[in-house]
């Protein structure tokens, strides 16, 4: 069984660009989450996909923006990169369903925006 | 609005020593409760959970009781090893809610 994996690992971009983070998910798992963890903090919820709809969102800007496509990966899409975004992204899959299934965490993307 | 306080840290303990860390929740009705590890370079995972009051939640000798009276959700272990050094999350999930709240983490160093 694979688990969640994330790329890239590590990338740098400069104030007012975008960019684009990829989720691939645990086989089986339908549904994808994205969290926001600045240095020394815990992770911040940013939104999740289920079956391609956006299934729930936390207090980010419409910059944040999110896709899941029919195998069940997902981008996380950030425009007008500000350096307060420089934050490790983590990616978690699991499955939909009113009992909680518990969410598998990829090892994250380190961002860093000069 | 939901939120989980965690004691701040670093926590410094010897290998052996017993391991208390404090969770505190904010939220309405009933949620359920997390205890998730990061260890250097890697994702979080599920440490242990509970879902209603009095539930206790273990694994890998680390446990903890949801006391809705207290609202805490403390994580102990009776005997810490150096492998035990990570950051700790307590986190919470609303009744019917889709998204994990987390605390700010506590920073755990076991020294031999």
């Known amino acids: 069984e694979t688990g969640v994996t994330q790329s890239p690992t590590h990338l740098i971009k400069t104030r007012g660009q975008q960019v684009t983070l990829r989720c691939s998910s645990q086989?089986?798992?339908?549904?994808v989450s994205w969290y926001q963890q600045a240095l020394g903090q815990g992770p911040q919820f940013i939104f999740q996909?289920?079956?391609?709809?956006?299934?729930g969102r936390g207090n980010f800007p419409p910059r944040f923006s999110g896709l899941q496509f029919p195998n069940y990966s997902s981008e996380l899409n950030v425009n007008a990169l500000e350096l307060d975004d420089s934050a490790l992204y983590l990616c978690?899959?699991?499955?939909?369903?009113?009992?909680?299934?518990?969410?598998?965490f990829g090892p994250g993307t380190r961002l860093t925006v000069t | 609005g939901n939120s989980v306080t965690q004691m701040e840290g670093p926590v410094t303990l010897s290998e052996e020593a017993f391991l208390t860390i404090n969770c505190t929740y904010t939220?309405?009705?009933?949620?359920?409760l997390f205890w998730y590890v990061q260890y250097p370079g890697e994702g979080l995972q599920l440490l242990l959970k509970a879902t209603k009051a009095d539930d206790k939640g273990s694994n890998k000798g680390f446990e903890a009781t949801y006391r809705k009276e207290t609202t805490s959700f403390h994580l102990e272990k009776g005997s810490v090893q150096v492998s035990d050094s990570a950051v700790y999350f307590c986190a919470l999930r609303r009744e019917y809610g889709n998204k994990l709240v987390f605390g700010a983490g506590t920073i755990l160093r076991v020294k031999s």
């Open positions: 086989s089986g798992h339908n549904t």
């Open positions: 996909y289920y079956r391609e709809e956006e299934n």
């Open positions: 978690a899959s699991s499955l939909a369903g009113g009992a909680f299934h518990e969410q598998y």
């Open positions: 939220a309405t009705g009933y949620p359920s």
